[in-house]
């Protein structure tokens, strides 16, 4: 049971403080509601220019990294599609520098062309080392765009192209900073062994005077029902040829969701998975294969990728794949499997929740969502899943139709 006391400052910041009497530590944790999904087609990548800007320092506060580190904290960020998360983890007695430093920058970061330019060229180096120069780095760029044609999830977080970044003006990053990074768009979750009132005073002295905002209300376009299978080859120069089957799928929200989150578990998650027995222990067929979904907010993918061993064809792996994906459409798992699947989940699940910081982060997300207290419900949700709802979402998600099948095919270097 995570437990957890929320409240709301008036110019709209959400606060949700998880008390932990067993650690020295505490963390300071803001979920922006905004993500790639947010961004104009033709100005993607601004959501990850901003996890770099914001660390550019702000009006008042020219270095963010160094008070932190001299006050025993470490820090990071990270961007997706559907949100942006900074947080800070040190000493309890030092949390307000964190409080400091993060209350700064969102009420006045620093915009200044050297700022700018430094984080943009960060993020273009970023750009062609991770997805350009790297083996199998773009697959994401060319398999979102093929399994989504109106949703803005058809472009990766990085960006569609790099000419977006390289021409984003000082006024276009003013624009979406002030749109997005405000207190009625965020939600800040403290950990660590305090007291509520104690929590209520460092929030409302650090961040009581910031304008409100607005927050971001979405009108995005609805991704229509996919009813034909799509396929891609490329060509590149990788170790070998590669696959990425992504069929779609349920929203974060949906009853089913976590019921597919299984059905994936089953296909792929380990050596004793369906697939991994199948294609790679018995026949051989790949020297990898991995089964997840994207756990999207809106509606998601599931993932079959892998890796083809020497010799073997496409249209092999093709074969072989969709035969034992039909078998698991055409009977039920047996309680044994699911069990060892569950306990799979279970630990993991317990073993996320060890840390101070996971359980931070998982509860912003799961206010993002609705509702905190959900956090505490997740488990039961998993457990009381049953072999007829894993054969129910296989036979609703595993269709030819709703599937996109990108195909990495491996060319000789020069």
Known sequence: MINYERFELENGLTVLFHKDETTPMAVVNTLYNVGARDEKEAQTGFAHLFEH???????????????????????????????TNYYDVLPKQNIETALWLESDRMLSLAFTDKSLEVQRSVVIEEFKQRYLNQPYGDVWLELRPLAYKVHPYKWATIGKELKHIEDATMEDVKAFFQKFYCPANAILTIAGNFE????????????????????????????????????????RKVPTDAFYYAFKMNDRLHPDFYASDTLSDSLGRDKSSRLYISLKKEQQLASSINAYIMGSIEDGLLVISGKLNDGVSFEELDTALWKELEKV???????????????????????QEQGVLNRSMSLAMFELLGDASQINEESKAYQNITPQDIQRVAKNILQKEKCSLLKVKAIQND
């Open 53 to 83: 800007l914001m660390f550019g320092g702000s009006v008042n506060i020219s270095d963010f990294d160094t008070p932190l580190q001299l006050a025993g904290g470490e820090n990071n960020a990270f961007t997706s599609n559907d949100i």
């Open 196 to 235: 509520l009132e104690e929590v209520k005073s460092f929030v409302k002295k650090w961040y009581g005077d910031i304008p409100a905002g607005i927050k971001n209300s979405r009108n995005l376009p609805k991704e229509p029902t996919q009813t034909e299978y799509r396929e891609k080859t490329i060509e």
């Open 329 to 351: 459409k055409k009977n039920v798992l047996e309680e044994e499997e699911l069990t060892r699947i569950m306990n799979k989940i279970r630990t993991s699940k317990e073993f």
